[in-house]
């Protein structure tokens, strides 16, 4: 079927003609429809806006004048829906937002259209990418295709499981502290958390600024690189972008790793590791070994404390920057008699129960008399962790 092609196979059977975007779209559509009620992985499809852009891909590939920047030419993807797309749902699966159509696009789903993607619709996540399971979604749960049962993870759980269900070619996520990475290993699926920086965050609905990055998820790392090379490169509109010129992510696939030094922490090998994941390392790690990397034991001393850290940095992050869901400027508006009482009706019924959580926890992290003995010892610890991993790769 048309809709399980990976993204490599698509682009060199669309260039050769031997399959139209059209039909690719349309295969893409059939199985959001026929699956998504099980699924739960898309929350809104724009079914005539990717068919006149699939048509529209099929002119060019029959003029035979393809343009060199348009490397996803005809391609069937979706995206979280935290991210900006022009006239689309901007709604981050809260209630807050259910009604609001995003008036711009963010830079990844420009650089998607400008590389001639075919954009399908919105996918699922926790409320705000607040989450692991995607049951923080005012909207529901998105199911795992491997096991209605199971969890997709999250909080890109859509996009893992759109790209598992075979729904889309492949998706785009976003990943502060997992949410990119685990969602796709539940789903078996490629996912990628770029370095910080590496992609624009311009148009993605900030979480935790200093962690928040956009990502790949797809059916491959061959597809996943080809999708980074799309999306990555220096953004005047984020501050927080590296102006790096972009490799290609492809050149260095199926080389030769012979004498290459892979670091195993050895705090990651803990107490309560499942047997079976542990199992799949020591396989992955002699298949390593047996085509000739050298596997060395390492210590990142202080990942102990990095979750601990983590949720000060990230809740703090979150309860400054969801305090623009006030009820005035965009978004729901449950009316008051007076501003304070706005805010708080809006906010009580807008934000779901996790969402709520975060700030709060935030918030006190960064009041008057712990800021100290919270949000700034989180953040003392944050540079040691980076200093660890630094010193591991200089080790020989």
């Known amino acids: 079927m048309l809709n399980q092609l990976t993204l490599t196979e698509a682009q060199t059977k669309l260039r050769s003609q031997e399959i139209t975007s059209t039909d690719l779209t349309k295969a893409c559509l059939s199985q959001i429809s026929a699956s998504n009620d099980d699924y739960n992985a898309f929350l809104s499809t724009d079914t005539e806006g990717a068919l006149a852009a699939a048509a529209n891909a099929d002119q060019v590939f029959r003029s035979g004048a393809i343009p060199d920047d348009a490397p996803l030419l005809g391609i069937p993807l979706a995206l979280k829906d935290n991210m900006a797309v022009k006239g689309a749902p901007l709604t981050c699966a809260s209630k807050l937002l259910e009604n609001f159509i995003s008036p711009y696009d963010g830079t ?114 061959e597809d996943a690189a080809l999708l980074l090379n799309t999306i990555a490169g220096h953004d005047g509109r984020d501050s927080t972008s590296v102006p790096e010129n972009v490799p290609d992510f492809t050149a260095t696939l199926n080389q030769d790793i012979k004498g290459m030094k892979i670091g195993l922490p050895k705090e990651y090998f803990i107490e309560g ?27 990142l001393p202080h990942s102990e404390f990095a979750i601990a850290a983590y949720y000060l940095i990230a809740t703090a992050e979150a309860s400054a920057n969801l305090a623009r869901f006030e009820g005035i400027r965009y978004g729901r508006r449950v009316d008051g008699d007076d501003p304070f009482t706005l805010n708080s009706r809006t906010r009580g019924q807008g934000f779901g129960p996790e969402v709520k959580r975060r700030i709060i926890l935030g918030t006190y992290a960064l009041s008057s008399g712990y800021y100290d003995a919270y949000y700034l010892r989180a953040q003392k610890v944050r540079t040691l962790i980076p200093r660890g991993l630094s010193q591991s790769f200089h080790r020989r």
Not at 146 to 153: A, E, H, I, M, Q
Not at 273 to 299: M, N, Q
Request: with cysteine.
């Open 273 to 299: 590791l499942d047997p079976a994941v542990k199992a799949a390392i020591e396989s992955s790690i002699e298949t390593y070994r047996s085509l000739g990397a050298e596997i060395k034991e390492v210590s």
């Open 108 to 221: 990844v789903s420009e650089k998607l259209k400008a590389a001639g993607a075919v954009l399908l619709g919105r996918l699922n996540l926790d409320e705000f990418a607040m989450g692991s399971s995607t049951e923080n979604s005012a909207f529901g749960p998105a199911r795992n295709p491997w096991d209605l049962k199971r969890t997709p993870g999250g909080s890109s759980g859509g996009s893992a499981v759109a790209v598992g269900a075979d729904q889309c070619i492949a998706a785009l996520g976003s990943d502060t502290g997992g949410s990119i990475r685990q969602p796709a290993a539940f789903c078996g699926c490629v996912g990628l958390k770029p370095t910080y920086g590496r992609v624009s965050r311009y148009g993605l609905v900030a979480f935790a600024s200093s962690l928040d990055q956009i990502g790949p998820v797809t059916k491959t790392v």
